[in-house]
């Protein structure tokens, strides 16, 4: 099988300017519509995606990735309504001229096309897809790898700029439709499916990757592996010495839960283990 020829480009370096980034996550407040709104403005919801992403930028962080985390439960892709990616574009656009920072986009549950338009109107650089290929049973049911339609989206809108970020074996998902296929095979899949970056994660959100499946999925790519779950400073050091990057959010926020705010002191201590993991490369 050929290699895709995205394998030839080093997404992180290229949008980081690093070789390992440390990529901290913007948990939105629920937007209008979903069943956690709390019925504050939209000014004050963009306030507080704001705080947040200047949280993580006076602590030292290489990227931002905003999610409408606050949503749950999550509708499926097709039933994601416009409003969402209406919100999540002002928010974006407010979070990138608060930080400057390379900044990305996750629409959940696994909606790749809204997630594009959002990068697209608002600058972002790339977005993270759950379920890039292959389909697998998730909390909000099945979910189809959407790759071939976001593709043609991407070039539709002339935003191939906009760089894929994909997970391997993905969280908050069974596998037993995918039982029969590797996770070296579902890897390659990304690969294969033009991703740029592949992540490997845990079972779920705050769930760390074991060193085995990390050692799995990078060694069945050519691609960049960052980490996507579960990443604490106790354990980074273990984790961003073999990948490439990690995607943080829970373990820098108040008391480590994540609907709570980002700590800079959290974001600084967290970026000098780090800086010494890189030095140490």
Partial sequence: MAISSNAETD??????NVEKAVIGVVHCPAFPGAPRYDGRS???LIEAACADARAYRDGGVDGLIVENHGDVPFLRPGDIGPETTAFMTAATRAVIAETG????INILA???????????????????????????VANEGLLDGEA??????????????????????????????TSDRSIEELTRDLEFFDADVVIATGQRTGDAVTDE?????SGATGLPVIVGS????????RILGGSRGVIVGSSLKRDGVWWNEVETDRVRAFMQ?????????
């Fill in 11 to 16: 997404h992180i370096r290229k949008l980081f």
């Fill in 42 to 44: 939209v000014d004050d």
């Fill in 101 to 104: 920072l390379p900044t990305g």
């Fill in 110 to 136: 696994n909606a790749p096309i809204p997630a594009l338009a959002t990068a697209a109107a608002s600058k972002a650089c790339f977005v993270r897809v759950n379920q890039w290929a292959n389909a697998y």
């Fill in 148 to 177: 071939a339609l976001a593709l043609r989206y991407r070039r539709q809108i002339a935003a191939e700029g906009v760089a894929i970020f994909a997970d391997s074996h993905v969280k908050h998902g069974a596998h037993a439709i």
């Fill in 213 to 217: 499946e990390l050692s799995t999925v």
């Fill in 230 to 237: 579960g990443v604490t400073p106790e354990n980074l050091p």
């Fill in 273 to 281: 283990v780090a800086r010494d993991v890189r030095e140490a490369a």
